[in-house]
Structures are given as C-alpha cells and as structure tokens.
C-alpha cells in the first residue's frame, strides 16, 4: 500500500494515507489516529454507518457503542467511543494488541471516566471472589452470571403468595405422564361418543382386523408404531377407560406410568370422561402456574440486572473496546481487512464461502431484504449469485455471492451448493436469483457465440419437441379413429394421412424456415462485411487470414470491450448499501484483487490411460477435415477476388488509347493580288 502524509486537519495532526483496492483512504495504525478521530474530516471516511445486527462483531459490543438504540452505527458514535477510551486508557496504543482484559496500570486516575471504571472493576473481582490487579471479559461475564442467580433466588424466597403443587414433589412426574397420553384419551373418549351416536359404526371405529392381518406375519415387536396408531382401547357406549386390563399394548407402559403418578386414579379399574378433565384441570393449573411464575422471575431478574448494569457497563465496554474497537476501525474508515485477503482477516461483513461448479466463492454477504439487495444490486457490475441457505438445525438464511472469476458453466437459477459459515458449519444452499455481469475478458471474448448458440439450440429443440408433440397426437388420434370407425375404407384413411403429414410439414418447415431466416441474416449480415473488404483481400495472399482476424474482432470487440470498462467500475457499495450499510466511498474489485475472491479447482495431469475416455479421432480424419476447411477458405477467396486465386497477381492491362483521326491541314493563304498599274495620268 502506497503511503501518502503531509495532509494537515483544521487542528494541525498529520494524517496518513493509502491506497486500498485503487481508492486512497485514511490509514489508521496508531494510538494517535485513534484519539484524533474527532479532527478527521467525515467526507473522507468510508463508511458513513453500519448495522448492529447481521455482522461477523460482537453484537454487544456494538449495542453498546449504539448510544440512541437506533440499530445502527453512525460516525459521531465511532468518535464518541474514541473520545471516551481517550479519557480512560493512558496509552492509546493498547487497543492496537486487540485483548480482552486490562490491567489497572493502564487506567487512567485523573479522569472521572477512569476512576469510574477502576472503581467497577473493583467490586466486581470483589463480588466473585477473586484479587488481581487486572480484569477481563470472563471476570465481568462470571460476575453476571453470579448477579442473576443471585436476583433468583432473592425473588423466590420474597414470594408473598406461596402456591401448593397439586401432587407435591411429585408435581412434574405427573405432568409428565398426562402429557405423554392426552391426545390419545381425548381420541378414545371421541370415538366412545360416535359409538353412542351411532351403534353400528363401532367396528370401524374399532381396529381393523385387516390391518393386523398385513403385519400379523411380521415380528410383531418391530410393529410398534403400527399399533401404536390403532384406538387405546376398544370404543364402548359406556365410556369408561380401561386401567386395569384391555389398553393397547403400545400405550401399555404409558398408561401404567399415568396410574402410577396420579394418586387418585390409583388402584381404579376405569376411569370416565369427568374424572380424566379432572386429572387434567389440576395438571393444566400447575402448568400455568410455573410458565406465569417462570414468566414474572425473569421480567423482574431482567430489571434488576438492567438497574445494575449501569454500574458495571463502563468495565463491560472497556474490555470488550480494548479487544474489538480497532477491527472495527479497520472494517469502518479503511477497508483493510477485507482487501488484506488472508482467513484470519475477513471483513466483518464477509459471512463464509460458497462451493458451487467447482469454485468457492470468499465474498459472501447476507442478505436482510432480498427485494431491496436484488433491486440495487445490479449497479455493482459484479455477477451476482444468490442463494437460500438451510442448516442442519434449521435455520435459514439469504446469502448473495459475488463470483469474480472464470466462467459461467454451468450455473442457473435452482442448482444446489454447499456454504460454510465462518465457523464452519455446512448449509445447503440453493441458487435462486442470478444477476449477470462480465466475470472476465476472456469470458466476454466467447459470450457472443455461446449466447448466439443457445438461442439456435433452444429454437431448434422447442420446435423440434413441437413436432414430435404433434406427430404423436396425431399418431393416437389416428388409432382412436380407426378403433372406433371400421366403416372407413382403407384407401380414405391413407389419402388423410398424406393430406395430414403434408399440412405437417408445410408447417414444421415453416416453423424452422423462420429459423433458419434468422440464422441467414446473421450470417448474411457477416458476408456483407467480408465483401466490403475484398479489396482489401486482393492486395496480398495473407491477408485472408487478417480478414478472419477481423471478423472475430469484430463479433467479440464490442463485448470485450464493454467488459473491460464494467471490470474497472465493479463496486461493492450498492450490495451493502442494500443492507442497511451507508457506504462513503468505492469499494472496487478490479480484475487483480477479483481473482483473489474466486478461487477455481485446480487438477493435475494424469498421465494414466483413461479406460472409458472417448475415442480420439484418427489422424486422415483429422488431415481430412483440415483439407476441408483450408479448401472452403480457398473458394471463398477465389470467390471474392473475382475469379483469380488469392495468390495470383492481378493482370496488368493496357490502358486502351481511342484512335485519333489526323487533323486536316490548313489550305495555304491566298497571295496578295497585284491590281493593274494605274494609267499614267495624261
């Protein structure tokens, strides 16, 4: 990183610059930086805030940081932790080293925010029973946990208004076994009740004897829960549970273990419907009883220890600044962690990598509103794959993938992959959107004639399916008519096929002739181009080949070029602004650093012969095919130089020079004609 100084703040402190992924950024690396944050200008941040929640941090830390509980984390909260650790710690250059404990050296006693802290950090090694001169994040998080327990056990013995379980101690066991077979009473004393409406429906509220039939040949004991799905007992108009004898022997232990907790059903040999909604009142009360009293013990814990955490927050904020402040600075004003590009130093918002098509992708975001990040995503220019993510435990997340290298391949809405998470637990993940933009040149030079060949292939294919659609229903149409209709004469039904298999054709053919019309004006589209070129040809033999040069150029040009100008524009700022960050700056991913975050899968040569590899092709196959396409190439430029082949000088010809017929000569002037002397005059 180039290092760039001299720039001066309104207070005079010297500011050290970088360059970070082609963008020059503030460098914060000092103690120094750290305590004149307030100085530094707000324009020349990065990041103007981030949120609380979503992020590889320490969410605590933040919420403590987060001032007016807005779930975001602006600038003025940033310089307001930094002015507090001024006023605290007497060397600054502390948080660099990223610990979670303190010694108490290091505390500043001449500031009221020091002997604050100092003074919390006392009782608190005090409360658990521990002397040292230093304190850590373990000290405080021992020292809650000994408060609540505390806060417990001071509200159950302040209860005012004791409440008798109704069987005693053995309150919970009873619980226990209703719980376990009150849907399976409730069923039986429904069915006893349908038997009393209704006599003759009791053998099919009853067991079926066909069921037991087909597993009567199996081990029985390996039946369980087959039976267990039959009635409790046999459905009678008397109503009246069998405790003794008669229970389904699935539900036989059960229901002994329900006799055995509840006194009064004990040494009973029925029990009916009032006496069961007894049993269950008293076990219904009891539950709510503890879930109302569970209820009221932790919403007056929680106060209590809300009360007490003013005075033990400034111990919990100083350790957990001391060891998370600086990485956020670096994830916050810089950038650095994630153009450093190492494991140990993912930017916070970077959630794992994503295997898929034989790549990982390092550059993955969680998505909070999928509508809002696929909406503003695609200002980014960065191809996008996002993905629906499923744990082993359940839970689900949207991730969205950048993939800045290789190619396409295979990928498409629906493929399966596999994503782990920074601590490394697998997902399935499942691609659901994909929002396309150049991964490469290389890649550009080549999407002109996959996209043009697909389309060939997709019309070809759907018409081709269409055809086949339409031959066979007509096929089973035929067939129906001849099964139903053996009147018709042989000779009508052979004249309506050919009259059905013409009209098929005549549409099938014009179904691909618009095909194919297509396919010819792209090509005549080229052929247009070459020939405005044949002069060009004519002059010199190779230039055939600079002519196929050419129309490569001119086929991949533009796509290339279009992608060499969206691969220099690739920022990262819109798929974070689109959950909820406020980026101040670009975040470029350049084709360099790009081949950084998409690593591809790497095979070595096998020198072994491959048992099932296809057949190569023969050698005078190969020579063929050559002499074949050197000699098309050949016709063509026999074709376009006129006649002549490409390598034949163009004849010289004579300029024509029109005969000239002699100009006549002039006729010679006339002499003078000499008059007769004058007479003499007499």
């Known amino acids: ?39 530094l200008d707000q324009k020349l941040w990065t990041v103007l805030s981030c949120p609380v929640k979503g992020l590889e941090f320490d ?87 000994v408060f609540e327990e505390k806060c417990k056990e001071e509200y159950k013995s302040a209860d005012a208004e004791p409440y008798e379980p109704p069987y005693g101690e053995g309150s ?58 039959y009635p409790l007992a046999r459905p009678v108009k008397e109503a009246l549970l069998p405790l003794a004898g008669g229970i389904n022997p699935a539900w036989q232990a059960q229901m002994t273990a329900l006799v055995s907790a509840v006194p009064e059903l004990q040494g009973k040999e029925t029990l009916s419907e009032e006496e069961w909604n007894a049993v269950l009142a008293k076990v219904d009360g009891y539950t709510a009883w503890k879930a109302a009293g569970a209820t009221a013990m932790e919403e007056a814990v929680a106060a209590q220890l809300e009360a007490h955490a003013a005075a033990i927050a400034p111990v919990e904020r100083l350790v957990r600044y001391c060891r998370d402040y600086f990485t956020l600075l670096h994830n916050y004003v810089v950038f650095k962690d994630f153009y450093r590009r190492d494991d140990d130093s993912m930017a916070i918002f970077q959630v794992g990598k994503l295997y898929i098509d034989q790549r ?16 503003s995503a695609g200002k980014s220019g960065i191809y996008l794959i996002y993905c629906h993510c499923v744990s082993k435990d359940g839970s689900q997340m949207d991730i969205v993938a950048a993939l800045t290298d290789g190619d396409i391949g295979g990928l498409h809405e629906g493929k399966n992959a596999i994503f782990y998470d920074r601590a490394g637990q697998d997902w399935d993940a499942t691609v659901t959107k994909i929002i396309d933009s150049p991964i490469s040149v290389r890649q550009a030079f080549w999407s002109p004639y996959r996209k043009f060949g697909n389309w060939v292939t997709d019309k070809i294919t759907k018409s081709a399916s269409e055809k086949e659609s339409k031959q066979f229903d007509e096929m089973t149409s035929k067939a129906d008519s001849a099964t139903t209709n053996l009147t018709v004469k042989q000779e009508g039904a052979e004249a309506e096929a050919k009259a059905n298999e013409k009209k098929a054709q005549m549409f099938d053919i014009a179904k691909f002739a618009g095909i194919f019309a297509a396919i010819g004006l792209a090509i005549g589209a080229i052929g247009g181009a070459l020939a405005s070129l044949g002069g060009f040809v004519t002059a010199k033999w190779y230039n055939v080949i600079l002519l196929v040069v050419a129309v490569v150029v001119i086929i991949s040009g533009p796509s290339m070029l279009l ?80 006649g002549r082949w490409v390598w034949e000088p163009k004849p010289v010809e004579e300029p024509v020079v029109e005969a000239v017929e002699p100009a006549a000569e002039p006729e010679p002037a006339a002499e003078p004609t000499v008059e007769a002397e004058a007479a003499p005059v007499e």
């Open 1 to 39: 990183m180039a290092k760039i100084t001299n720039l001066l703040s309104k207070n005079g402190y010297e500011w050290k610059f970088c360059t970070v992924g082609g963008v020059t950024r503030v460098n914060i690396e000092t103690g120094a930086d750290i305590a004149h944050l307030d100085e």
């Open 59 to 145: 969410e605590r830390t933040l919420s403590l940081m987060d001032a007016d509980k807005d779930g975001k984390i602006r600038v003025n909260e940033v310089v307001a932790a930094a002015q507090w650790l001024r006023n605290v710690l007497t060397d600054m250059d502390y948080l660099l080293e990223g610990k979670d404990s303190i010694a108490f050296s290091r505390i500043k006693t001449d500031t009221d925010e020091g002997k604050q802290v100092l003074e919390s950090a006392r009782l608190i090694l005090k409360s658990i029973g521990v002397e040292k001169e230093e304190i850590s994040l373990q000290d405080v998080n021992d020292y809650l946990a």
């Open 172 to 229: 919970d066991d009873a619980e226990a076994a209703v719980n376990a077979v009150r849907a399976k009473v409730a069923d039986w004393f429904m069915r006893c009740k349908l038997v009393q409406f209704d006599g003759e429906a009791a053998p099919v509220l009853d067991v079926q004897v066909e069921k037991i039939a087909t597993i009567s040949g199996n081990n029985l004991s390996d039946s369980v829960d087959e039976i267990a799905t």
């Open 360 to 375: 990982c992708c390092d550059l993955c975001v969680k998505v909070s509103d999928m509508g809002r990040s696929t909406a």
């Open 563 to 642: 992608a060499w100008l969206k691969l220099r524009k690739r920022n990262l700022g819109p798929v974070l602004n689109a959950n909820g960050w406020a980026i101040n700056s670009n975040v470029k991913i350049n084709t360099t650093f790009g081949a950084t975050l998409t690593s591809m899968a790497k095979y070595p040569k096998i020198v072994a012969k491959d048992p099932f590899a296809e057949k190569k092709m023969a050698w005078w196959k190969k020579l063929l095919l050559w002499i074949v396409i050197l000699g098309a190439v050949f016709v063509v430029g026999f074709k376009m130089t006129q």
